[in-house]
């Protein structure tokens, strides 16, 4: 009888390790039934915290994939992890040794450091902010203040190694969701987790994106731009999945596609009682029913 081999890398479980508003960590049970069962490369043009990414990742090893966000200082987190971990580890250590409030914003005052730098930069700030938000001022200078943790992990060794190893030949783009277009191809799975469409006055965490011309802020005019490149890819037979706002709007834009339901925790918003459950949209171009991809 064969013996089963021992020197095979086991299956890593990557998850994100940076928090990350309207993640789709929490979500994923939801979400993960409404994939293609089967695809060719994976594309995410809004990868922010990579909850997708990691969990397809975990699933199959050696995933191809190209991650895109409009964000460098998150696209150069990313690469140092995937490319000099152990260059950023001990200087995430040293954050988690210094951390305090004069600490804390003497690093959030400090601009142009290099990629190894800025990326413990990035992460000791996710990790010590207010609620993990990523925002930027007019000069696009990161302006949240410092959280109430007591012991805030800055340093997890064991999720940054798994995320290092999920990253391995994975391309990593600085840029527009539209640079999607010059890469996908019929087969390919793309999900899209845009900036969503503000249901109130308080639920607009779009300032960070900026667009190709430069404006801030993620309005109706992107939401259309990103719908056409939607049906871009439809076209191509790309295996689609978006979500976004339950909203008038979202289901003008991709009206004639399959639109589900998925009920998801808020946990964020100025007023504590309304923190909870609230409806998106999971715009698809296959169904159950439709066997295109199957």
């Known amino acids: 009888m064969a013996q089963a081999r021992t020197d095979v890398p086991a299956p890593v479980t990557a998850t994100p390790f940076l928090k990350w508003a309207g993640g789709k960590a929490q979500v994923l049970p939801q979400l993960a039934p409404l994939f293609p069962a089967r695809f060719e490369r994976y594309h995410e043009p809004f990868v922010g915290g990579g909850a997708v990414f990691f969990a397809l990742a975990s ?6 994939a190209t991650l895109i966000d409009a964000n460098p200082d998150l696209m150069n987190c990313y690469r140092v992890v995937r490319d000099r971990l152990a260059d950023l580890m001990p200087l995430l250590r040293e954050h988690q040794a210094n951390h305090a409030k004069d600490y804390y914003y003497a690093l959030r005052a400090q601009h142009d450091l290099p990629p190894v730098e800025a990326a413990a930069r990035f992460i000791y700030l996710n990790k010590t902010c207010y609620n993990g938000l990523y925002r930027v001022n007019s000069k696009g200078q990161f302006n949240v203040p410092m959280g109430n943790y007591v012991h805030p ?3 997890d060794e064991e999720v940054l190694r798994a995320a290092s190893d999920a990253l391995q030949g994975v391309d990593l783009v600085t840029g527009d969701f539209s640079q999607v277009l010059e890469e996908a191809q019929e087969g ?3 999900y899209f987790d845009p900036p969503f469409v503000p249901v109130s006055p308080t639920a607009n965490f779009t300032g960070y994106w900026v667009s190709r011309a430069g404006k801030a802020g993620f309005g109706e005019e992107e939401q259309a731009r990103l719908a056409q ?7 191509r037979g790309c295996k689609l999945v978006l979500s976004n706002s339950d909203c008038d709007l979202i289901h003008d834009l991709y009206a004639g596609f399959d639109i589900r339901m998925v009920q998801v925790p808020r946990l964020i918003n100025s007023n504590p009682e309304k923190r909870g459950p609230v409806a998106e949209v999971v715009v698809r171009n296959f169904s159950a029913a ?3 991809w199957r």
Do not use: K, P, T
């Open 290 to 292: 439709d066997h295109r």
């Open 188 to 190: 390919d799975f793309i």
């Open 229 to 235: 490149v939607y049906r871009e890819l439809d076209r």
């Open 153 to 155: 992990r800055i340093l």
């Open 59 to 64: 699933q199959r090893r050696g995933l191809a």
